[in-house]
């Protein structure tokens, strides 16, 4: 009996392993406008979040354009709040 080479997918697969490897994806936390409209670019594009300034009571974001830059909007995140979670 010759045994050069091991034979592939033996024992030990790793991709037998299609356990809880992502319980839930949906734990994005921060994630909110994915595409303002850019008046300079002319259509919808893509934001960054810029954090511009800390409130007591939450933090100020800025929407900046990824392509030019401008300015598109902004939000305020409240943060305590989001500690708390309430269920009815
Ligand atoms: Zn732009």
């Given at each position: 009996m010759e045994r050069g080479s091991r034979p592939p997918a033996?024992?030990?697969?790793?991709?037998?392993?299609?356990?809880?490897?992502?319980?839930?994806?949906?734990?994005?936390?921060?994630?909110?406008?994915a595409e303002l409209f850019c008046p300079r670019c002319g259509t919808a594009v893509p934001v960054r979040e810029k954090l511009l300034l800390i409130l007591p009571d939450g933090e100020l974001y800025e929407y900046l354009c990824v392509?030019?830059?401008?300015?598109l909007g902004d939000k305020t995140t409240k943060g305590k709040e989001n500690i708390r979670i309430v269920i009815s």
């Amino acid at each position: 009996m010759e045994r050069g080479s091991r034979p592939p997918a033996g024992v030990g697969n790793p991709l037998n392993r299609s356990g809880p490897l992502d319980p839930s994806k949906e734990q994005y936390g921060e994630f909110t406008a994915a595409e303002l409209f850019c008046p300079r670019c002319g259509t919808a594009v893509p934001v960054r979040e810029k954090l511009l300034l800390i409130l007591p009571d939450g933090e100020l974001y800025e929407y900046l354009c990824v392509h030019c830059g401008a300015s598109l909007g902004d939000k305020t995140t409240k943060g305590k709040e989001n500690i708390r979670i309430v269920i009815s």
